[in-house]
Structure formats: structure tokens, C-alpha cells
């Protein structure tokens, strides 16, 4: 294999027109990011503009805006409007000298402002350098840099091939997708090995695996699958929200904690393309972003994350709680949480099956984002997801129709969702909507539509569809382990009393915590309780209430 030139550093760009604040705010930068970064200024947004021009023109990326908001020539919020024209993914920090609300929310809305930052910031190892690194984090975990990476080759269309992309794409992974049948850079490794089951995963080291397993991926990108001890103060099970969230709290406070997730962690909110009404966040967030940011805080606690590996199984031995993994291991635990959430229900629809992962997927499925460019998408659903994913695929395909066999948006939707659909012209709604069939050939090609108004049906040509209903609990695992309601989700707490179960479930002579299960020692949290509220904020919550009970169990016991 042939090596390539580094690429270049990305570039932070600081702007002031006071030349002290200028030395000073460059002075900073340069110790602590010189060493990663390429750290400019400019005395004035005229200069900067100028600057902005070179970086273009020799293809550096700046990852960093940081702009003094009065400055004589152009304000700090006009200059930012032109650099992030060109620059959109560059993080932007405004500078003030005073509190100027006015200014601020002018950034927020017209520049998507990601920081306001007061002089002076001394210290900076308090007040400048913890903002700085989060929002370059964030950076860095979306940067694309010119490199000789990861590469998957295989048809546009296919299950195995979205299997792939997808699990990749959850898990931050940078990769380029080369289309077998029409990308002519595909056509060496084609040649080399043609014989070859699709998808090819190659590698920069020279491996070239056809039709790869999860858990080969899993080893190869270095994603840990075993545990380092065998007993923990409490295992987590589900690396949703809830999990995540108990993840930190328990690690933050002693605990020893394992985190186990069948697949990527972020669970069904991990897919959501941008949240918007998550607390701290006035310019929202996508869902991975959140994952990465919660797995990042988790493991600087101390936490172990697994994944992907599966819990099979779960008993009592005494006062400890074994959990058993899909591969036979066994792993103690004083305390369990379940966290495994839920999935969106699978269409009892002739052809549903047959096209899942060719045409029809279920949630977001952002990896096929760039595939539906100039096609029409349909989404399946009526609550925040679909509608959050109708917005996503509304920048890249040439039409958005969202189908909800409801009479309203509003009865399952948030309102700030339903006017940006109503605003953006792409997307168009139909509602009392359902679809019965599925139909192609090799993919998805058609679907057949009936209004349950008026009992019309139709047939409509249709590449790419992705559903977003219902709720699945994952517990067929826990078996007999744990109550579940009539719809596999799990009792906790008071509703293990509910009319017409017996005491006897619960073998202790006290009652139950809020959130413990009928096997003491072992809770639940997020969407996979039983009366949960789905929402993210809410699984969150959940989670971090489960350690407080959790810690309540471990002195009593």
C-alpha cells in the first residue's frame, strides 16, 4: 500500500478588532490547540473575508469561527452569515464584551450561533478551553477529511449492504459507499475479488472482507465485546438514553458499571436526525451527536461499554444477578438495570418483509440519505420521529409525503414539528392513510395506498420507504425472568400491584421501589417500562432515578 501526505491541520480563526484581545485570544488558542490546529486572526471582518478566501482556494477546512461581535466594517453576526455560507460546518463563537440579548438571539436563529462567549474569559482553563473542546469535539466527530478510509462496496439496493452502512454510520464511522454496479472506482476490487459475496469491506491495512458479520466489524473497527471483570455494582442493559444516563450517574458515583447494547448506542433516539426540544440544546441536536456525548462522559467516569453484544438471559443466584451473553459468558452483578427499549413495529403487509433493507426500512435509516436525492420519499407515521425524519429527507429528496392513518398531525406530533412541515414545500401530508401492499422486483418499486375516508386505493411509485410506528419492547429474552403487561413491556413498582395480579409476585415483605422490577435488585428504565412516557427527556430521567433506587436497594441489602 502507498502512504499519503498528512492532511492539513483545520483552522481555528479568531477576529478582533482590538489588537489586545486579539494577541490575547490567539495566545490561548495556540496553547492548546496548536499542536492539533492551525490558529489564524484577523484585526478586522474585511481581513477575515480574505482569509476565508486563501483557506478556500488551498482546501483547508477551518473547524472554528471565533468572531468579536462590534467591529466597525461588518458586525460579528454579518461575518459569520457570510463564512458559514461557506464554510457550514464550521462551529461559531460569538464574543461580547457585555450581555447583548438582542444580538445573541439574532446569532441563534440567523447563523445557528453554537456559543456566546463574554470577555474577558480568565481564566480559560475554566472559561474558554471546556467550550472550545466541546464544540471542536463535535466538529471532529462530523469532519470528512480527505483520507484513504474505510470502503464499502455493493449493490445501491440491498439488505446485506444497508446492514452494513447502517451499523458503520451508528457507530461514527467514516466510510465511503462505492455503488457496484456503476462507480468505477469499485471496478479494482471487483476485479480482484469477483467471486466475492457483496457487500466488500475494505480496509486501509489491505483487508478485504465479503459479507461481513456484525461482530467481525464489531472486532475489526476495535469496539470492545468483553468484559474486564467478572461481578459489577450494577450492569446496564441498553445503551438508549436511560441507560446511558444511569451509566453516568452510577459510574460518577462509584459505582462499577458495565453498559451492554445489542447493536450502536443512542438506541431509537440515536437515529433521530435533529432533536429540537431537548433542554440545553436552542439549536437542537441529532440523536448520534447525543450518544457520542453521553458515552464520551460515561467512560470518563469509569464506565465499560459493550457492544454489539447481546443478553440472552438473566436469573437470581442468591443476592447476586447473572447476566448471560449471547456467546455463553456469564457476568455478576449486585444491581441490573433494563434499558433495552423498544423498536417500531414491523408492517403486517403482503411484500413488507420481503423488501426490508431493499426499499422499505424501518426508522431513520440516515445512511440511505444521500441515496433518496431526487426521489420521493414516504414516511409511515404520525408521532416526533416521523416527523423529524420527514424534515431530514425533505433536504434531499425531490418530495416528502408523510402518510398518517390519523385524522391530524397534532393528536401524536409536536407542534413546533407540524408547522415546519406545514412550511416546508417539499413535504405533503395524507391523512387517514395506510398502505396494504408492497411491489417490485428485485427492490421496492410500488406500494399500494387505500384512504380510509373515502375507501379510495391507489398505486404509487415508491423507492424508499421508512416507517415509524408503534412501539416493540425488547424482552422476549427476559422470558419468565420479570413481569411484563400484555405487551411484553416491563412492570415496575406499583403497577406489579395492579387488580388482578397477586401478591405473591412479589417475593418481599416490603414494597417495591418505583422503578424495580418483580425480581428485587433488578430495574427498568425508558421505553422499554411499562406506563413510560417516550420521550427522550423522560428516559433520561428514568435513568438517572434508577441509580438513586439503586442505591437505595445496596444499603438495605
Not at 207 to 218: K, Y
Not at 227 to 245: Q, W
Not at 329 to 350: F, K, Q, R
Not at 356 to 377: F, P
Amino acid at each position: 500500500m502507498t502512504s499519503e501526505a498528512p492532511p492539513a491541520k483545520p483552522v481555528i480563526l479568531a477576529v478582533d478588532d482590538d489588537p489586545q484581545v486579539l494577541r490575547a485570544i490567539r495566545h490561548d488558542l495556540r496553547g492548546a490547540y496548536a499542536d492539533r490546529y492551525r490558529i489564524l486572526g484577523a484585526s478586522s471582518a474585511t481581513e477575515a473575508l480574505a482569509v476565508l478566501d486563501a483557506l478556500d482556494d488551498r482546501g483547508h477546512d477551518p473547524a472554528l469561527f471565533l468572531v468579536d461581535q462590534r467591529m466597525p466594517d461588518m458586525t460579528g453576526v454579518e461575518f459569520l452569515l457570510e463564512a458559514v455560507g461557506r464554510f457550514p460546518d464550521a462551529r461559531r463563537v460569538l464574543l461580547t464584551a457585555y450581555a447583548e440579548t438582542d444580538a445573541a438571539i439574532t446569532a441563534i436563529n440567523r447563523v445557528r450561533l453554537d456559543y456566546y462567549l463574554m470577555k474577558p474569559w480568565d481564566p480559560p482553563a475554566e472559561r474558554l478551553y471546556p467550550v472550545l473542546d466541546d464544540l471542536l469535539t463535535d466538529w471532529l466527530a462530523a469532519y470528512r477529511p480527505a483520507y484513504r478510509g474505510i470502503r464499502v462496496i455493493g449493490p445501491a439496493v440491498s439488505a446485506r449492504t444497508h446492514a452494513v452502512r447502517d451499523f458503520l454510520t451508528r457507530n461514527g464511522q467514516p466510510f465511503r459507499f462505492l455503488d457496484a454496479e456503476t462507480d468505477q472506482d469499485a471496478r479494482p476490487l471487483l476485479a480482484r475479488h469477483g467471486s466475492a459475496e457483496l457487500p466488500l469491506v475494505a480496509f486501509p491495512d489491505g483487508d478485504v472482507i465479503a459479507a461481513p458479520e456484525t461482530a467481525w466489524l464489531a472486532e475489526k473497527l476495535g469496539l470492545a465485546t468483553t468484559a474486564s471483570r467478572p461481578h459489577y455494582d450494577t450492569v446496564i442493559i441498553g445503551a438508549g438514553p436511560a441507560g446511558l444516563a444511569a451509566g453516568v450517574y452510577a459510574a460518577s458515583e462509584g459505582l462499577t458499571t458495565l453498559l451492554l447494547d445489542s447493536d450502536s448506542p443512542g438506541g431509537q433516539a440515536g437515529t433521530s436526525s435533529l432533536i429540537e426540544n431537548y433542554l440545553g440544546f436552542p439549536a437542537g441536536l441529532s440523536g448520534r451527536d447525543l450518544a457520542r456525548r453521553a458515552v464520551s462522559q460515561a467512560s470518563r467516569f469509569g464506565a465499560e461499554l459493550l457492544h454489539p453484544v447481546d443478553a440472552v438471559g438473566l436469573r437470581a443466584a442468591g443476592h447476586v444477578r447473572i447476566v448471560t451473553l449471547a456467546d455463553g459468558t456469564e457476568i455478576g452483578a449486585e444491581t441490573v438495570l433494563i434499558s433495552t427499549g423498544v423498536s417500531y413495529n414491523h408492517l403486517d403487509a403482503p411484500g413488507a418483509e420481503r423488501f426490508e433493507g431493499e426499499g422499505l426500512y424501518y426508522g431513520a435509516a440516515t445512511t440511505e440519505s444521500s441515496s433518496c436525492v431526487s426521489h420521493h420519499v414516504f414516511v409511515i407515521g404520525g408521532a416526533n420521529s416521523a416527523g423529524q425524519a420527514a424534515i431530514h429527507f425533505a433536504r434531499y429528496a425531490a418530495r416528502v409525503t408523510v402518510l398518517v392513518r390519523g385524522a391530524s398531525l397534532e393528536a401524536g406530533m409536536s407542534q413546533y414539528l407540524v408547522d415546519e412541515i406545514r412550511r416546508t414545500p417539499a413535504i405533503d401530508v395524507r391523512l387517514n392513510t395506510r398502505v396494504l401492499a408492497f411491489h417490485g422486483d428485485r427492490r421496492l418499486e410500488r406500494i399500494t395506498l387505500v384512504d380510509d375516508g373515502t375507501g379510495e386505493r391507489t398505486e404509487e411509485a415508491a423507492r424508499f420507504v421508512f416507517t415509524f410506528i408503534g412501539a416493540r419492547p425488547h424482552t422476549g429474552w427476559l422470558r419468565d425472568t420479570v413481569d411484563c403487561d400484555e405487551h411484553g413491556f416491563v412492570l415496575t413498582g406499583p403497577d406489579l400491584a395492579r387488580p388482578g395480579r397477586p401478591r405473591s409476585s412479589w417475593p418481599l415483605n416490603r414494597e417495591p421501589h418505583l422503578l424495580e422490577t418483580s425480581l428485587p435488585g433488578v430495574f427498568a428504565a425508558g421505553d422499554v417500562r411499562a406506563q413510560s412516557i417516550k420521550r427522550v427527556a423522560s428516559g433520561v430521567g428514568e435513568g438517572a432515578m434508577a441509580v438513586a433506587l439503586i442505591h437505595r436497594y445496596r444499603a438495605a441489602t
